[in-house]
């Protein structure tokens, strides 16, 4: 296994010149997660960090890889990359509504137990938005993965969210608090041109998908289905 001395030696630069372009990255990685709420970021950015100083075409992929190693080392985070995940849909009149964005994209998630992060590390003050993802993400995993807008809308007044809503006390405006999980890759939408007209879909992306996030959910609905049921000897 070749040493981090020999690793740095093929591509020209020293020790130091590695640590402070994985330092770069690292930092570019933490504040864009804090003040992008969470929305991917593209393989691209990371790349352009090296590449503007640097020439080597394959410098980018070992630095982004040493900041991996050293967000979770250090900072108990993982570096994941996403793999978009296409819509289920195969009519020929689907639209694409997506925001467009890389292919190659990373979020970084914690890896410490729940139970600490809920101690040290969850902000309450954007409690609330989780609630709201949790909430979207279970009315669409029970519609089966995806569901028209219309009837998301109708699950969501239900529970008092109302698409003309702009000055929600929690959310402010519902709308972008929706279209907000769509640029967090924890939604898609796309539109599928009918006999009828053109219908917007809203699908699980691949955030979404993540087995710990599904899992919780599983869990959650579980839970509210056995309480929601009254035993048969009950009077």
């Given at each position: ?11 020209d ?28 970021i593209?393989r ?13 075409w394959a410098l ?14 250090i ?14 849909s195969?009519n020929?009149?689907r ?6 964005a ?11 137990p ?6 040290y ?7 609330h938005?989780?609630g709201?993802?949790?909430v979207?993400?279970?009315?669409i ?14 699950h ?20 972008q ?7 967090q ?12 007209g053109?219908t917007l ?35």
């Amino acid at each position: 296994m070749a040493t981090a001395a020999e690793d740095c030696s093929q591509f020209d630069i020293s020790e130091e010149e590695k640590d402070k372009l994985i330092a770069e990255v690292i930092r570019y990685v933490l504040f864009k997660t804090q003040h992008n709420a969470g929305c991917p970021i593209k393989r691209e950015e990371l790349t352009q960090l090296v590449t503007k100083n640097y020439q080597q075409w394959a410098l980018p992929a070992f630095v982004i890889n040493g900041a991996k190693a050293k967000l979770s080392s250090i900072f108990g985070y993982e570096m994941r990359e996403l793999q978009r995940a296409r819509p289920s849909s195969t009519n020929q009149g689907r639209t694409s509504q997506q925001s467009v964005a890389d292919p190659k994209a990373y979020v970084i998630i914690s890896q410490l137990p729940a139970s600490v992060y809920k101690k040290y590390i969850e902000d309450v003050n954007t409690s609330h938005l989780t609630g709201f993802t949790f909430v979207v993400i279970s009315i669409i995993h029970l519609a089966g993965g995806k569901i028209p807008e219309e009837s998301l809308w109708h699950h969501l007044r239900r529970l008092g969210l109302s698409e003309t809503d702009e000055n929600h006390p929690a959310l402010g405006n519902i709308k972008q608090a929706l279209e907000a999980l769509v640029l967090q890759r924890y939604l898609q939408k796309y539109k599928v041109n009918g006999p009828e007209g053109n219908t917007l879909f809203y699908e699980l992306a691949e955030r979404a998908l993540d087995e710990s996030i599904s899992e919780k959910i599983k869990e959650y609905i579980s839970q509210i289905v056995q309480k929601d049921v009254t035993p048969l000897d009950a009077d």
